[in-house]
């Protein structure tokens, strides 16, 4: 675990950033009091991969078409 001061933290936050990605710990102190973990955000969402609902989905010719049942609650 790596402890550095908030100045330190400032002026190093691209370095501390490498540090936390390679897998090691960082904590923020004020006055050597330890205030705050820098931790890496793990890819929660995965990426959406185009084309991989292709085939699956189909949409009527009718899909646009008024609903009758609806008729009465339309907008003259």
Do not use: H
């Amino acid at each position: 675990m790596k402890q550095v001061n908030v100045a330190e933290a400032k002026a190093q936050l691209s370095n501390l950033i490498d540090t936390v990605l390679r897998g090691e710990e960082v904590v923020i102190a004020r006055r050597d009091v330890p205030l705050v973990r820098l931790t890496a955000i793990p890819d929660a969402k995965a990426k959406p991969r185009f084309g991989c609902l292709a085939g699956k989905i189909d949409v009527r010719d009718d899909f646009d078409d008024p609903l009758v049942d609806f008729e009465p609650y339309r907008r003259q």
